[in-house]
């Protein structure tokens, strides 16, 4: 289950939230002050897929493979 990154355009607070595939930000609350104006962010496990076949920059290199795309979230 990927792990989404939220940002409440509220208050500014920065969350984690694992959601199926599908779900939307409208379902997603902010968890500080329930507002509901949250904007998704690249989460972890997007960013580990993009930079897999994209630019090549990501930290996501040799020396941190293991951590890198394996799952470990949860
Ligand atoms: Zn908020």
């Not at 500014?12 to 500080?32: K, N, Y």
């Amino acid at each position: 289950m990927p792990l989404y990154e939220y940002v409440c355009s509220g208050c500014g607070t920065r969350f984690e939230v694992l959601q199926r595939v599908g779900m939307g930000a409208s379902e997603t609350t902010c968890p500080q002050c329930g507002g509901r104006e949250v904007a998704k962010q690249h989460s972890t496990f997007a960013s580990a897929i993009a930079g897999a076949g994209g630019s090549g920059t990501m930290p996501c290199g040799a020396s941190s493979a293991s951590s890198c795309g394996g799952g470990g979230f949860s």
